[in-house]
Structures are given as structure tokens and as C-alpha cells.
T-cell receptor, first 114, second 111 residues
Framework: DAGVIQSPRHEVTEMGQEVTLRCKPI?????LFWYRQTMMRGLELLIY????????DSGMPEDRFSAKMPNASFSTLKIQPSEPRDSAVYFC????????????FGDGTRLSIL | AQSVSQHNHHVILSEAASLELGCNYS??????LFWYVQYPGQHLQLLLK??????LVKGIKGFEAEFIKSKFSFNLRKPSVQWSDTAEYFC?????????FGAGTRLTVKP
């Protein structure tokens, strides 16, 4: 079965550019999560969706960050404009409905802002 | 909001040594508990989870964890580590729909 699919795997761009990260959750999963992983701060939850609706975006660091989920099979995390301190690995995860469902993670996008 | 503490940032062991990684959380209500592993260059994978019932949970690859409610702890153990266990280990706590991860513990196993 296909897991959570993220693209691109690696992104290197100059500061000030717009960056768009993409995620396809596991089919049938109702929840989708975006995380950021850095050496300094570990894993941080940025935002999560339930049935395509953003539920909690309190982890989004700044207004430069935005996330959308236009349908059940696709989500984007956008950074505009990007800054060097945004460099991190960004993970997407999804899980099914119900209290006992674990999250399944994608491979992550390694983002480097020069 | 709940928080998760992993006491050891980096653990170095020789093969066949026993492993115990600490995890404590702060939350007074019902929680679900997880351990994830991240091998170098790979995504997070679920090692084991606790929802209810027997507080001693067995996971994949010989790992187990014990939930001690009175201590708010969920420590990960393995009797004999292998070189292939070299990875980063994350404890996570879910309360309602809010999931928090610990900072992670890097395990290095020397052959």
C-alpha cells in the first residue's frame, strides 16, 4: 500500500523565494499533520487538518507560513518569503478516524534556504 | 498543554548491551503513548503504542515499553541492542487530537 507521499524530497532555494511543499495522505485517512524537524527544536507540530478543515494552526511560526488542503488527497505547506532559519525537514503525516489510530509519516522534505 | 521530556539526548552503547530510554510527560487526562524510530535519512516509523490494557507493550524489533501512570512515564527498553538499532528515537503523547513529541534521543550502537 502506498504510504504518505511528500514532494519534493529535497529543496534548495535562495532566501526570499516562495517554497511549496506537497503531501498526499494515505487514502481514507481523515487527519493530516504538518511537522517541522530541526536540531534545535526537535519535532514541532505546525498545523493539522480534519476532513480538509484546519483545526489547529497555533504551531505555524509566522504569517509567512500557510497551509491548505483543497481536497482529501492533497495538502500544501507554503513559505513566502522564505528565510534561512526556515531550513529544516518538514514531515507530513496522516491517520484515520478513531481514537486508536497511529500517525503514518511521509519521508519528509529537506528544505535548505540559502 | 501537555509536554514530553526525553532525558537523554545521546546514548552510546556497545552491541548486546541493554537499552532503556526515558520518557516522561505532563498531562493529567487520558493519553495515548507512542515510540517512533527514525533511521538515518528515513522517515519516522512507529515502534510501538499504548492505548489501554496491559501497561507493558511489545513492539517491533524486540522493543518494549512500560507505561507507569503514577510516574507519568513510558520508557523504552530492549534487552540486547544491535548495530542496526542506531537511530533517533522519539516518544510522543496524544491527548485528544493534540500530539506532542519529545526532543528525541540519538542512539549510537558500536559494533
Amino acid at each position: 500500500d502506498a504510504g504518505v507521499i511528500q514532494s519534493p524530497r529535497h529543496e534548495v532555494t535562495e532566501m526570499g523565494q516562495e517554497v511549496t511543499l506537497r503531501c498526499k495522505p494515505i487514502s481514507g485517512h481523515d487527519y493530516l499533520f504538518w511537522y517541522r524537524q530541526t536540531m534545535m527544536r526537535g519535532l514541532e507540530l505546525l498545523i493539522y487538518f480534519n476532513n480538509n478543515v484546519p483545526i489547529d494552526d497555533s504551531g505555524m511560526p509566522e504569517d509567512r507560513f500557510s497551509a491548505k488542503m483543497p481536497n482529501a488527497s492533497f495538502s500544501t505547506l507554503k513559505i513566502q518569503p522564505s528565510e534561512p532559519r526556515d531550513s529544516a525537514v518538514y514531515f507530513c503525516a496522516s491517520r484515520g478516524q478513531g481514537p486508536n489510530q497511529p500517525q503514518h509519516f511521509g519521508d519528509g522534505t529537506r528544505l535548505s534556504i540559502l | 498543554a501537555q509536554s514530553v521530556s526525553q532525558h537523554n539526548h545521546h546514548v552510546i552503547l556497545s552491541e548486546a548491551a541493554s537499552l532503556e530510554l526515558g520518557c516522561n510527560y505532563s498531562y493529567g487526562g487520558t493519553v495515548n503513548l507512542f515510540w517512533y524510530v527514525q533511521y538515518p535519512g528515513q522517515h519516522l516509523q512507529l515502534l510501538l503504542k499504548y492505548f489501554s490494557g496491559d501497561p507493558l507493550v511489545k513492539g517491533i524489533k524486540g522493543f518494549e515499553a512500560e507505561f507507569i501512570k503514577s510516574k507519568f512515564s513510558f520508557n523504552l527498553r530492549k534487552p540486547s541492542v544491535q548495530w542496526s538499532d542506531t537511530a533517533e528515537y522519539f516518544c510522543a503523547v496524544k491527548a485528544r487530537n493534540d500530539m506532542r513529541f519529545g526532543a528525541g534521543t540519538r542512539l549510537t550502537v558500536k559494533p
